[in-house]
């Protein structure tokens, strides 16, 4: 049997042709030559985060620049799964690359119903899971046994949740870890505070040192890291990860650079 | 899409703005309300950032707002123009401008193609223009306080306005622009940090048929097409 039938697969071995990925929410719902001709240059194309329902953008949506990057709050607008496969599965099941369908898992029910209705699409390589903020290791637990189906699962957590949940992932032993952007809070006016996902060169430090945590204790992982510079890539891959994950260096005129050696 | 390169020119101050002056061809200038996506060459920690058509002197594709820290001789890459940006009626004669609480930079683009279709121009605005706008002004473009525009809403057969996305709602209420005889367009100021590559959701605006992004179906929009603005 070349199958393990006894193995979840969530746990089976997922393989990316390439060792680059966008970090979800950089490049939108499905791969778009024209606009991104770096695409080429990606193992997998992740899409924006997918609700059960649909969401619309948070009506305090910010753009907080900061020394070293920005905090980015949108509210995850997007479609709902429903019209989300409606609109792109064609797109998905074209695409030159294969794609990773980023879900926002808001229970474990309705994690299982959006894994039920994206499972049986063409060219999905995998399903990564938007952890809520708040995650315990019994929760993901839970998100990860609802999650479990014919698709491998890769959750996606920030760094400032890896001591939490490594322990619990080494248990699981997930197919792959996405480690994405940490969030993070700024002032706004009014005495008003705003939490997003940081993004930009000033968390490299962070994600490399949660990256050499998550690969020493033996994960496969994809690691964002506010990426700006070709080093910055070179140094996450020493470490182990298998792909690296890009985001807004992918909303530059020259993007190019990050892909050469 | 393939970035382009040029460089930075020359710098000046407009108002609050400093507008900058790029070696660009013709075809590569964005018409008032568009925008170009530019970033300094090697300056990869910082993303790329719009740079709007802005006034300037006739015949020379002006921008705006310059980053503080470039200089003329930066070099500099960028896409071709974005966006949609405003369509001045080519039967309009009667022209009003309002940059509501914003610099005049980006609004005042449009007096070249309005004075090219002999239009009367007249600028709307509170408090009145730093000095070194108003010197720069064609003498054929009038100057008044926005109650004048709220006490004669007849006048224009065009408005074209520049605000943040945060204040059409208080402009509103002091110009009922809704009901103004002619068309009204509006450039909604918000950030647009992916600027049409990634669908990223910061600068989604609510519209009467939905949410549309400014920096791919704006930045300028009917207001008309508006619902309101959160």
């Known amino acids: ?49 997918i609700s059960i329902r649909p969401r619309q953008p948070a009506a305090n949506r910010a753009y907080l620049p900061f020394n070293g990057g920005f905090l980015l709050h949108t509210g995850l607008p997007n479609p709902g799964v429903n019209q989300a496969i409606r609109r792109f599965r064609r797109s998905w099941g074209a695409a030159d690359l294969p794609i990773i369908v980023n879900v926002l898992v808001e ?55 890896v001591p939490l949940l490594i322990d619990t992932l080494k248990d699981l032993q997930p197919s792959m870890v996405h480690l994405v952007e940490p969030r993070g809070t700024l002032p706004v006016q009014d005495g008003e505070f705003v939490s997003g996902r940081l993004y930009g060169p000033a968390i490299f430090p962070i994600m490399l040192k949660a990256a050499q945590d998550l690969v020493a204790a033996g994960l496969s992982v994809i690691a964002n890291g506010g990426i700006a510079y070709r080093w910055q890539v070179d140094a996450l891959m020493e470490t182990g990860v298998t792909a690296v994950g890009l985001g807004s260096v992918l909303w530059g005129t020259d993007p190019e650079s990050i892909f050469s050696p | 899409m393939p970035a382009l390169t040029t460089h930075l020119l020359e710098l000046t101050q407009l108002g609050s703005e400093i507008t900058g002056v790029l070696d660009l061809p013709e075809k590569y200038w964005p018409k008032p309300g568009q925008y170009l ?55 309009a004669r009667r022209v009003g401008l309002i940059p509501f609480e914003v610099s005049p930079a980006r609004i005042l683009s449009l ?80 950030p647009m940090p992916c600027l049409g590559i990634g669908a990223c959701g910061v600068c989604a605006v609510h519209t009467r048929r939905g949410f549309r992004f400014a920096c791919t179906d704006g930045p300028v929009f009917p207001l008309k097409g508006l619902r309101h603005v959160a």
């Not at chain 1, 039938?5 to 490049?27: C, H, I, M, W």
């Not at chain 1, 499905?30 to 997998?44: E, N, S, W």
């Not at chain 2, 707002?65 to 369509?87: K, N, Q, V």
């Open chain 1, 1 to 49: 049997m070349w199958l393990d039938e006894d193995l979840a697969f969530y746990k089976r071995d997922l393989e990316l042709s390439k060792p680059f990925v966008n970090a979800d929410g950089v490049l939108g719902f499905a791969p778009d030559t024209r606009r991104v001709p770096t695409l080429a240059k990606l193992g997998a194309f992740i899409t924006h985060p």
């Open chain 1, 107 to 161: 229970s474990p029910a309705a994690l299982a119903e959006m894994v039920r209705k994206l499972e049986g699409l063409e060219n999905i390589l995998g399903i990564e899971l938007g952890l809520p903020p708040v995650c315990d290791p019994a929760t993901l637990s839970a998100i990860m046994a609802a999650g479990a189906g014919e698709l491998p699962l890769i959750p996606c957590l920030g760094a400032e949740q």
């Open chain 2, 37 to 91: 996506a530019c970033q300094r060459l090697g300056d990869l920690e910082c993303i790329a950032i719009p740079l709007f058509r802005a006034f300037g002197d006739l015949g020379q594709p002006c921008l705006a707002s310059i980053p503080e820290t470039w200089h003329p001789g930066d070099r500099l890459a960028f896409f071709p123009p974005m966006g949609c940006g405003f369509e001045l009626p080519k039967s």
């Open chain 2, 111 to 190: 007096v070249e193609p309005s004075l090219d279709q002999g239009a009367e121009i007249v600028l709307f605005c509170d408090p009145g223009l730093p000095a070194d706008v108003l010197s720069r002004l064609p003498s054929r473009v009038e100057v008044l306080p926005l109650s004048s525009l709220a006490e004669d809403s007849t006048w224009p057969d065009y408005v074209a306005v520049d605000l943040e996305r945060s204040n059409l709602v208080s402009l509103t209420e002091r110009v009922d622009l809704f009901n103004l005889p002619g068309s009204v367009e509006v450039l909604l100021r918000t």
